[in-house]
Nanobody, 126 residues
Framework: QVQLVESGGGLVQPGGSLRLSCSLS????????IGWFRQAPGKEREGLSC????????YYADSVKGRFTISRDNAKNTLYLQMNSLEPEDTAVYYC???????????????????WGQGTQVTVSS
């Protein structure tokens, strides 16, 4: 089992920045990928970015490429998402996720992921 706990959400003005954190615990050595998703009201859960733990490759959705940066601190067992140039359209609940397998062409499909955090709200508004 793997436990994920997100933090760092909040209210930010358009153009601002936030850094989300995800603390991982449990059997993390079995994970093939860790990543971030979000879900806005009335919309499907959207894959934003992930790291394949085997080779360290990073993946980004087009909607956030150039604005969001994923990183991890292995010593702290923590995953981060640095979000810059935030827009009202980025308002959503943000989730950390972990997977026991990895599919390069399907990483953004939420059904491919095995563990989820409880989510943290990000609101971008003036």
């Amino acid at each position: 089992q793997v436990q994920l706990v997100e933090s760092g959400g909040g209210l930010v003005q358009p153009g601002g920045s936030l850094r989300l954190s995800c603390s991982l615990s449990g059997s993390t050595s079995y994970l093939y990928a860790i990543g971030w998703f979000r879900q806005a009201p009335g919309k499907e859960r959207e894959g934003l970015s992930c790291i394949s733990t085997g080779d360290g490759n990073l993946y980004y959705a087009d909607s956030v490429k150039g604005r969001f940066t994923i990183s991890r601190d292995n010593a702290k067992n923590t995953l981060y998402l640095q979000m810059n140039s935030l827009e009202p359209e980025d308002t959503a609940v943000y989730y950390c996720a972990a997977a026991l397998g990895f599919w390069k062409t399907a990483w953004s499909n939420p059904n491919r992921w095995d563990y989820w955090g409880q989510g943290t709200q990000v609101t971008v508004s003036s």
